[in-house]
């Protein structure tokens, strides 16, 4: 399967809410990226953990990595509906050199 | 800073016809990136530069794709001839020392 598989496909919540969408990869990482896209547009980067990081803030955004479950999780903290988009893993593989890979994204919507 | 800068944003053409998208990175980036977003797919890297030198083609999917990147501040992914499965969305990014990626806000074609 597809290196960096996002989960869940979609999510949907209230306004206020807290939105946790999760990242798993195969192979070894250098770092982790999130990135969110809004409809019709580019993606938009938003935070990176290093593979010797454990866990991350910025602003309402709190991602942490497990390295030897190979995985990562997004929590988005009191939500609003302007945080409505779909929410991308992409890992820098150790083996890749300067390809990121991306998932298949999940879809949030925050509804007012 | 205006950002990658894409054009055309939207291109509507007939099967056969050459297609040619355009890129302008964010100035001071040594790192120039082609992706295609289609729903079946996701997201795929197509080709990545580093200072002006193409470095990793593999994700091309064919010889009717080509892309160069004449100097810094320019490049184009043509398309020749393009056929309808090539429909997709296709975004440009740059970055510094590859990580994180700036994308801009895509080109979405459309081969009829």
């Known amino acids: 399967s597809q290196q960096g598989e996002e989960d869940p496909q979609a999510l949907s919540i209230q306004e206020g809410e807290n939105a946790t969408m999760n990242c798993s990869y195969k192979?070894?990482?250098?770092?982790l990226q999130w990135y969110r896209q809004n409809s019709g547009r580019g993606l938009v980067h938003l935070i990176l953990?290093?593979?010797?990081?454990r866990e991350k803030h910025s602003g309402r955004l709190r991602v942490t990595l497990d390295t030897s479950k190979k995985s990562s999780s997004l929590l988005i903290t009191a939500s609003r509906a302007a945080d409505t988009a779909s929410y991308f893993c992409?890992?820098?593989?150790?083996?890749?050199?300067?390809?990121?890979?991306f998932g298949e994204g999940t879809q949030l919507t925050v509804n007012p | 800073d205006a950002g990658v800068i894409q054009s055309p944003r939207h291109e509507v053409t007939e099967m056969g016809q050459e297609v040619t998208l355009r890129c302008k990175p964010i100035?001071?980036?040594?790192?120039l990136f082609w992706y295609r977003q289609t729903m079946m797919r996701g997201l795929e890297l197509l080709i990545y530069?580093?200072?002006?030198?193409?470095?990793?083609d593999s994700g091309m999917p064919e010889d009717r794709f080509s892309a160069k990147m004449p100097n810094a501040s320019f490049s184009t992914l043509k398309i020749q001839p393009s056929e309808p499965r090539d429909s997709a969305v296709y975004f440009c990014?740059?970055?510094?020392?590859?990580?994180?990626?700036?994308f801009g806000n895509g080109t979405r074609l459309t081969v009829t």
């Open positions: 192979t070894s990482i250098n770092n």
């Open positions: 100035s001071g980036h040594d790192y």
């Open positions: 992409a890992t820098d593989l150790e083996t890749s050199g300067s390809r990121l890979t």
């Open positions: 953990i290093r593979s010797n990081e």
């Open positions: 530069f580093n200072n002006n030198v193409p470095i990793d």
């Open positions: 990014a740059s970055s510094l020392d590859y990580s994180p990626l700036h």
